[in-house]
């Protein structure tokens, strides 16, 4: 029963020392507990039992954190592990992507991005646990749910079912991907850091759909992963029951309350999904999750038992190029502890790191001692988990009231709990945490107009050639052809086009009625020409993407063409029968003819896969030489633009404000950066998405050059090149709040306070690397209002609150304020009071910075 501090340690055990790990372990494991798996040289001995996983013997706690290598450039994974590691967590995981690695069959990719061995190795120098999630299917808001769309061209094949042609290759990749990370060691049983891998994902709600052969499916698939012999548990995630050995485990916002763990009493509770945030998709208004929320969740579960959480996501990171799955957006989780670009997203990054501090403060009680429930009213209870003869214990307080503060009594004594809220007990007597106090500081992200949107801000266009006629298509039938069967997942788009003639009594005879297009469509989007004219657009959204597209437009006597570019925004990523999902234009009929409606739908249609730019690459260097640009005009759909711009200097992430366009791709040194969707806008009458990122990594100092294609209209020359920052850093702290985490140590298993010092809150402002303290734009003591970058002064407002804060500050890259009416002249008596300070500071490097940055 060690009482030590979690050490993270990726230790080479060597095979004494392995057996003797072995021996301690036999001697912790509960009765009916898995046994160890078999260790091999070097190795690390990785089991479990009900209160956790065992490394080496020991039982742990878990704090992990999902980063996706695809999508995040691999010059920022170090630095976004480092962040990770620094934010408490001990655990990075990410799932493994078969599209990326196989996107045609036999043809292997693991380079760049997808260099999954490199960051698996990157996470051991960071001397952290790993969690491998091979799926293969992952779903992940990721294109196909990570599955190649070549699957779906093998005779006779069904998705995830008991399905041999599927088996067959299931089983081929994860052999490939389990064989690639034991040749580089990478399992902890050979020394490294991989402690868990996934098999399937989310399966529980198929395998109801598919009845017996769903059962013998995750049964084959169970058997199928250990027979690879990696020398680590497997796990099957969100779900209740798992065949054999495999832990099942928990995915969801609220685990702690929401999933009973799993049957077999002998295994572990470990999260696997917490949710961060929400993911978006085109058309979704914007949405978040509070730190104070994500730390209660946390708390609750290991309150009730469990021993691991990995937060989905830590970064979220970017869909780059046709990555995403149907209607996601490129900025994946933006609201996670590290923000798309890898910046702290405070105070959620520093409010879990805190949480984690307190609960490792915490660890011997959590994984030895015993546990126990006192209610302490209708919505009140005490958690506790204790060792009597050594006088270690822990105690969870909780208040699920969502509306009301409370005073409880526990143990004689009265404790303050915030509503919505479990305060965090050490030592069963001081609270060193409380889910809903924040003693972390906030921060606000600007963004910031680079002269580089304006220097050399000229532009060329290419037009997409002509809107193409049924006689040019070369793939011709009767009715119009689902379109993923047509792209295989190489582009987007598919023209379908069709002709048809009319005479003079066909046409309406009245001048106030014109002729409607009616194009019924499986999905997603389409831009709609008739007798080469722009027409409309028509769209379906993530939860309908069926539509119904309804133009007028102008007939005339004799041929008319009619011509659909129907796009997709990536392929579905869940469900069951994913390999009958369709896309693509269906039923086509002209409305308000005067010989009545005339259905096109069987009329014979011409099919051109993809557009001429991409064909030949015009987003390349080498290929834009091939067509030829004229100067730019705004507002033409389907339109192909470029300019050139040199590299914004410093460190700071860059992003492209794409705010007066209408819907495309854009791509950057002939790297896709992805889909943006600006003229769909959600219910508040904003964009989703606006800002789009361009890692520094694919830039040159020099002359790089930005390709887009509109499909709409829009007008490039008004594009700007941001800067990103998160340099406006705040503090918002009550006298409630309890002293930081920091102030407490744990001494001889008991918790004593650091140096005697002061247990009173204090509030701490610190600025990123390099910069200082230039400016406090806010600061009052009383009652303040607002959030970070929109604060506002109280009734009970004390002016001397931002001389003391400027006396503090100013200057310094880090600060700390009392949090007390006495250092502020405050009036404790003051009606309304939260006994609250607020201020706001600006960091920047010692030379003023540039004045002007829009708020997001």
Not at 155 to 177: C, G, H, Q, S, W
Not at 815 to 823: E, I, Y
Request: contains cysteine.
């Amino acid at each position: 029963m060690r009482d030590d501090d979690m050490s993270g340690g990726l230790r080479r055990v060597r095979l004494a020392a392995a057996a003797v790990a072995a021996a301690s372990l036999l001697a912790l494991m509960a009765p009916g507990a898995a046994a160890a798996w078999e260790l091999t040289k070097m190795g690390t001995a990785i089991t479990y039992d009900r209160r956790s996983l065992i490394i080496d013997g020991r039982r742990e706690i878990f704090f992990s954190g999902a980063i996706h290598y695809p999508r995040s450039p691999p010059d920022m994974w170090p630095d976004l592990i480092a962040k990770a590691k620094e934010g408490g967590l001990n655990v990075i995981e990410s799932y493994v992507f078969w599209n990326i690695h196989e996107p045609e069959r036999g043809v292997l990719n693991f380079e760049g991005r997808y260099d999954m061995i490199k960051f698996f190795k990157l996470i051991q120098e960071h001397d952290m646990y790993a969690i491998v999630r091979i799926g293969p299917f992952v779903q992940a808001e990721w294109n196909h749910g990570g599955l190649p769309y070549w699957l779906r061209e093998v005779p006779d094949i069904v998705f995830r079912t008991n399905n041999k042609p599927f088996k067959a290759l299931m089983e081929k990749f994860v052999n490939l991907i389990v064989t690639k990370l034991k040749e580089a060691n990478l399992f902890a049983s050979q020394g490294g850091p991989i402690i868990l891998a996934q098999i399937e994902n989310e399966y529980q709600h198929l395998e109801a759909a598919f009845k017996e052969d769903g059962t013998k499916y995750i049964n084959w698939a169970a058997k199928m992963a250990q027979a690879t012999n990696t020398g680590v548990p497997w796990f099957m995630c969100k779900q209740t029951k798992a065949p054999g050995d495999v832990i099942p485990t928990c995915n969801g916002r609220n685990c702690g309350d929401t999933w009973p763990g799993p049957m077999n009493k002998s295994l572990p509770l470990l999260w696997t999904e917490n949710w961060t945030a929400q993911y978006r998709v085109f058309g979704d208004p914007p949405s978040q999750r509070s730190a104070e929320d994500i730390a209660f969740a946390v708390a609750r579960f290991f309150s009730v038992g469990g021993t691991m959480t990995n937060y989905y996501m830590y970064h979220g990171g970017t869909n780059f190029g046709r990555t995403s799955a149907a209607f996601v957006m490129p900025k994946y989780y933006d609201e996670a502890p590290l923000d798309e670009f890898g910046l702290y997203k405070e105070p959620k990054w520093g409010h879990l790191k805190d949480l984690h501090h307190a609960l490792k403060l915490c660890k011997k009680a959590l994984l030895w001692g015993t546990p126990s429930v006192e209610k302490l009213g209708k919505q009140f209870e005490a958690r506790v988990f204790e060792i009597k003869d050594q006088n270690v214990c822990v105690a969870f307080l909780s208040n699920h009231n969502t509306k009301d503060d409370v005073t409880l009594t526990f143990r004689g004594q009265p404790y303050f709990v915030p509503r919505h809220s479990i305060s965090i007990l050490a030592d069963c007597k001081t609270v060193v945490f409380s889910t809903q106090h924040v003693n972390a500081q906030h921060n606000q992200r600007t963004f910031h107009f680079t002269d580089q949107t304006t220097q050399n801000n000229v532009w060329q266009m290419f037009d997409e050639e002509k809107v193409p006629k049924f006689k040019q298509a070369k793939i011709r039938t009767r009715k119009a052809q689902e379109l993923y069967n047509l792209t295989k997942d190489k582009t987007d788009y598919v023209w379908y086009t069709t002709s048809f003639k009319l005479e003079a009594d066909d046409m309406p005879f009245r001048r106030d009625i014109r002729p409607v297009l009616e194009v019924n469509s499986h999905g997603h989007a389409s831009v709609a020409f008739v007798n080469n004219v722009f027409v409309g657009c028509g769209h379906g959204t993530k939860m309908n993407k069926a539509f119904l597209l309804q133009k007028p437009m102008d007939l005339k006597k004799g041929t008319n063409h009619i011509a659909v570019l129907s796009s997709t925004l990536g392929m579905m990523d869940s469900g069951a029968y994913l390999e009958q999902r369709e896309a693509g234009i269906d039923r086509v009929q002209i409305l308000g003819l005067n010989a009545g409606t005339l259905d096109l739908t069987n009329n014979g249609w011409g099919h051109i896969v993809g557009l001429v730019g991409e064909q030949k690459e015009i987003y390349t260097e080498k290929g834009m030489g091939s067509v030829t640009w004229k100067p730019a005009v705004k507002d033409k759909p389907l339109t192909w633009y470029k300019r050139n711009f040199d590299m914004p200097s410093g460190e700071d992430p860059i992003v492209l404000d794409l705010s007066p366009m209408g819907k495309g791709m854009m791509f950057v040194n002939g790297e896709g950066i992805g889909r943006y969707w600006i003229s769909y806008k959600h219910a508040l009458g904003r964009p989703s998405q606006q800002l789009y990122h361009v890692p520094r990594s694919i830039l040159r100092e020099k002359n790089n050059v930005l390709v887009i294609f509109e499909e709409e209209g829009g007008r490039p020359e008004e594009i700007m090149i941001l800067t990103v920052k998160r340099d406006n850093i705040c503090t918002f702290i009550s006298e409630k709040n309890p002293a930081h985490i920091r102030s407490w140590q744990r001494q001889d298993s008991q918790i004593t306070a650091k140096g005697g010092g002061d247990l009173k809150p204090q509030a701490t402002l610190s600025c990123p690397l390099k910069k200082v303290i230039q400016q406090v734009v806010f600061a009052s003591f009383g009652d303040p209002q607002g959030i970070c970058g929109n604060y506002t002064v109280g009734n009970c407002h004390t002016p001397r609150a931002k001389e003391v804060a400027e006396k503090a500050c100013l200057g310094q890259r880090t600060c700390t304020l009392p949090v007390s009416a006495d250092a502020y002249g405050g009036d404790p008596n003051c009606p309304g009071t939260t006994a609250t300070l607020a201020v706001q500071a600006k960091c920047s490097k010692r030379s003023p910075g540039a004045p002007g940055a829009a708020a997001q």
